[in-house]
């Protein structure tokens, strides 16, 4: 049976196999297994990528978060304020530092944070509302920094969204956000791996000394701090992939476009909703979610997956439903729009190389699974 994958890393990998042979003979002459030449270079190029003066690269995204948390100042007992549906590493970030994760809900269309919900949950403990952009579109980022007090801080998960913009504003500009270079990412490395991106010089140096046993030189430790790092050959596959990366977002918006059409007859039967980009966002499309309606939906997935279709559930369980958070004291029906999310979603193959014939496949696949 041909497989069509959920994303194609096969595919992604044959375009970049020879450039990252000759880059990875150069980290193994230099020997420059920790930082280096690979790393510096890669900070620079991701920081001009992403409209920010400055990049931190470390070792996955959930580091990165919580380096992005500590340097604005979220400590132990503090009040961080996230979405109920996002990855189970943004509220993980918050708890490791030992603070505490306040929940709100998103919005039922764009599935994003409600900005107004998440302002409502800011109290005198609050040190930080993290926005996360979701799907590979911007969450209300710089209209929530605008109306926050001056005791909490702006911290973007931005995780899912490399190459987003909102209104012309890119994920970190003008504050500071996370993002994650996790493989299946839209600018993946070949393992873990992770970046913290801001204008904000003073937070860039902290971000760097915390993530290096808080050192800024060998053996001097300023602050009490980890080891999170990037290493050159991870280094090397981000910087070819980063060269191909816009490319491969344009292609994902090409693609995201396409299934539209193509299942335009689902929502007309009202069997189907569609992901919406929200007015003013360029979306990147790390992932295509529709929401079934009249439907099992995990009976739906397991159809795909039996006819060769790599559909998955992103995510099938908010934040609040997870047994690692119960202690935060809610239940089934605090965040409706979360919790219908969760059970109704799906996402479908996308990935740069991914053909008209295998999405019209993918949407014949998907019409029977609904019958």
């Given at each position: 049976m041909?497989?069509?994958?959920?994303?194609?890393?096969?595919?992604?990998?044959?375009?970049?196999?020879?450039?990252?042979?000759?880059g990875?003979?150069?980290?193994?002459?230099?020997?420059?297994?920790?930082?280096?030449?690979?790393?510096?270079?890669?900070?620079?190029?991701?920081?001009?990528?992403?409209?920010?003066?400055?990049?931190?690269?470390?070792?996955?995204?959930?580091?990165?978060?919580?380096?992005?948390?500590?340097?604005?100042?979220?400590?132990?007992?503090?009040?961080?304020?996230?979405?109920?549906?996002?990855?189970?590493?943004?509220?993980?970030?918050v708890?490791?530092?030992?603070?505490?994760?306040?929940?709100?809900?998103?919005?039922?269309?764009?599935?994003?944070?409600?900005p107004?919900?998440?302002?409502d949950?800011?109290?005198?403990?609050?040190?930080?509302?993290?926005?996360?952009?979701?799907?590979?579109?911007?969450?209300?980022?710089?209209?929530?920094?605008?109306?926050?007090?001056?005791?909490?801080?702006?911290?973007?998960?931005?995780?899912?969204?490399?190459?987003?913009?909102?209104?012309?504003?890119?994920p970190?500009?003008?504050?500071?956000?996370?993002?994650?270079?996790?493989?299946?990412?839209?600018?993946?490395?070949?393992?873990?791996?992770?970046?913290?991106?801001?204008?904000?010089?003073?937070?860039?140096?902290?971000?760097?000394?915390?993530?290096?046993?808080g050192?800024?030189?060998?053996?001097?430790?300023?602050?009490?701090?980890?080891n999170?790092?990037?290493d050159?050959?991870?280094?090397?596959?981000?910087?070819?992939?980063?060269a191909?990366?816009?490319?491969?977002?344009?292609?994902?918006?090409?693609?995201?476009?396409?299934?539209?059409?193509?299942?335009?007859?689902?929502?007309?039967?009202?069997?189907?909703?569609?992901?919406?980009?929200?007015q003013?966002?360029?979306h990147?499309?790390?992932?295509?979610?529709?929401?079934?309606?009249?439907?099992?939906?995990?009976?739906?997935?397991?159809?795909l997956?039996?006819?060769?279709?790599g559909?998955?559930?992103?995510?099938?369980?908010?934040?609040?439903?997870?047994?690692?958070?119960?202690?935060?004291?809610?239940?089934?029906?605090?965040?409706?729009?979360?919790?219908?999310?969760?059970?109704?979603?799906?996402?479908?193959p996308?990935?740069?190389?991914?053909?008209?014939?295998?999405?019209?496949?993918?949407?014949?696949?998907?019409?029977?699974?609904?019958?």
């Amino acid at each position: 049976m041909n497989q069509i994958p959920l994303v194609d890393l096969k595919a992604a990998h044959a375009e970049v196999a020879q450039e990252l042979r000759a880059g990875f003979d150069r980290v193994l002459a230099d020997t420059a297994f920790i930082g280096g030449e690979e790393v510096r270079a890669f900070e620079r190029e991701y920081a001009a990528f992403a409209g920010v003066g400055h990049c931190v690269g470390v070792a996955n995204g959930t580091d990165a978060l919580e380096l992005a948390l500590r340097a604005s100042g979220v400590g132990v007992g503090d009040e961080v304020v996230l979405p109920a549906n996002t990855f189970i590493a943004t509220a993980g970030a918050v708890a490791r530092i030992g603070a505490r994760p306040v929940l709100v809900d998103c919005v039922p269309d764009t599935l994003l944070m409600d900005p107004q919900a998440a302002l409502d949950a800011v109290g005198p403990a609050t040190r930080a509302v993290v926005p996360v952009h979701l799907y590979g579109q911007c969450a209300p980022a710089a209209e929530l920094a605008a109306a926050l007090p001056a005791h909490a801080a702006l911290v973007e998960d931005a995780a899912q969204s490399q190459g987003a913009e909102r209104q012309g504003r890119t994920p970190g500009s003008g504050g500071i956000a996370a993002t994650s270079f996790y493989p299946g990412k839209n600018l993946g490395a070949y393992g873990d791996a992770g970046a913290v991106v801001t204008d904000d010089e003073e937070k860039a140096d902290l971000v760097r000394a915390l993530a290096n046993h808080g050192g800024t030189a060998k053996y001097r430790h300023d602050v009490a701090g980890f080891n999170s790092r990037l290493d050159g050959l991870q280094a090397v596959v981000l910087r070819a992939k980063l060269a191909r990366l816009a490319d491969g977002n344009a292609a994902r918006r090409a693609a995201a476009a396409r299934y539209d059409g193509m299942l335009a007859d689902l929502v007309g039967a009202g069997r189907l909703t569609l992901p919406v980009t929200e007015q003013g966002n360029v979306h990147v499309w790390h992932l295509y979610v529709v929401r079934v309606s009249g439907a099992d939906r995990d009976a739906v997935v397991g159809k795909l997956n039996a006819e060769g279709i790599g559909a998955g559930v992103h995510y099938p369980a908010p934040v609040h439903l997870t047994p690692a958070f119960a202690h935060l004291g809610h239940g089934r029906g605090d965040f409706p729009h979360a919790e219908q999310a969760a059970e109704r979603m799906l996402s479908l193959p996308l990935f740069p190389q991914i053909t008209a014939a295998q999405q019209q496949r993918v949407v014949d696949a998907l019409t029977d699974a609904l019958r």
